[in-house]
């Protein structure tokens, strides 16, 4: 319940600082309810219903439902700028892109706003799903398998003493003046039985995985990375934990990582720079938190597994496409040899934040 309420406290945190990235997002606000006056936050003459020189509403609220209010529009961002932009940004999302880059700010919410509330609203919708857990988390280390290889070396090291005490205990009986035969037939029926179970746990003990240390050898066990998978299955919740923190905290990782590769698809192309190229990168992983978002939500009301495969393989491309074509104004073909290239630069962005993931995951 606490990893959920805090996924949950996450999102509206996200959603702040998405208000706070772009403060205004298209509400109207009324004339100050005196006529005029002076602007309360730097004392400017108000000739309208915003200062000019700050840009601060004219009439300030001071009622407990005026802090409703802040919290709502923080959180859900929904008022005029975000009706526009987000159909264009799953329907056409190249003209978006275009027209956002052109210099049409004040009709569309900024990519980074729209990034930061997706992708804190993916993780708490996420959080909340049934299927999406980690789970158990023994695949991680091997503590049972260690377990069961010291429980049985303990058998067999008990079956071999077994073994000597009735060695011994049959040269005694053995070595006696009458020899006692039922004795020697049962010590040596009582013998025969405990070779057999210390052979048995010995093969049973070479079956068993080797450790991780004999596997890799003597040369790797001071090693960087043999010290991280160390840590990892010495504490494999913890280590999800941190990986799951690190996912949407350094999720704008993912904008950088895209950039040189989108420099690539465009190398001597006038006009085109790495602003263009950030724009199209962040409304482009909106779109895909958005998706994700809906994608997860269908499957937990039961939607086909088939269906929800299909709309995952499908749509994605299909969306880079369109947004390639429409941003950069290509022709079909220039935008479906991009959308190919793109498609394979996404796999080794995707690996390097992953990368990045278990490093932070395995970070002290």
């Known amino acids: ?71 709502a529009h923080g959180v859900f961002h929904f008022e005029g700028k975000m009706w526009r932009t987000l159909p264009m940004l799953a329907l056409r999302p190249g003209e978006l892109t275009r027209r956002y880059v052109a210099g049409e700010r004040a009709r569309f919410v900024s990519p980074m706003a729209v990034f930061l509330f997706s992708v804190f609203l993916l993780f708490a919708v996420v959080a909340q799903l049934p299927g999406w857990h980690m789970g158990d988390t023994s695949w991680i280390n091997d503590a049972r398998v260690e377990d069961a290889r010291k429980a049985v070396a303990k058998q067999r090291d008990r079956a071999a003493e077994q073994v000597k005490d009735l060695d011994s205990d049959l040269a005694e009986a053995r070595a006696e003046k009458t020899p006692d035969p039922a004795r020697i037939a049962q010590l040596t029926e009582k013998r025969t039985e405990a070779v057999q179970t210390q052979t048995t746990l010995s093969r049973t003990e070479q079956m068993l ?118 941003a950069y104004s290509l022709s079909r073909v220039g935008a479906l040899w991009r959308t190919v290239w793109l498609l394979f630069f996404i796999t080794i962005i995707t690996t390097l934040f992953t990368l990045v993931l278990l490093y932070l995951g395995t970070a002290d």
């Open 1 to 71: 319940m606490a990893g959920e309420l805090e996924a949950i406290g996450g999102f509206v945190d996200g959603a702040m600082v998405a208000r706070a990235v772009e403060p205004h997002a298209g509400e109207g606000g009324g004339q100050d309810a005196h006529g005029g006056g002076k602007c309360l936050n730097c004392g400017t003459e108000l000739i309208g219903s915003h200062c000019h020189s700050c840009g601060q509403h004219a009439h300030v609220h001071r009622t407990v439902g005026a802090i409703g209010h802040e919290i």
């Open 209 to 326: 995985p080797a450790p991780a240390e004999e596997e890799k050898g003597a040369h790797s066990k001071s090693g960087w990375l043999n010290a991280k998978l160390q840590h990892a299955k010495e504490n494999p919740q913890l280590v999800l934990y941190k990986i799951k923190s690190s996912a949407y905290k350094f999720s704008w990782l993912l904008i950088p990582l895209s950039l040189p590769f989108l420099w690539l698809l465009f190398p001597l192309r006038r006009g085109v720079g790495m602003y263009d190229h950030a724009v199209f990168a962040t409304y482009s992983l909106s779109f895909m938190s958005l998706l994700a978002i809906t994608l997860a939500v269908l499957g937990a009301i039961g939607t086909p597994t088939n269906v929800l495969v299909f709309a995952s393989l499908l749509i994605p491309p299909f969306h880079i496409y369109k947004q390639l074509r429409g």
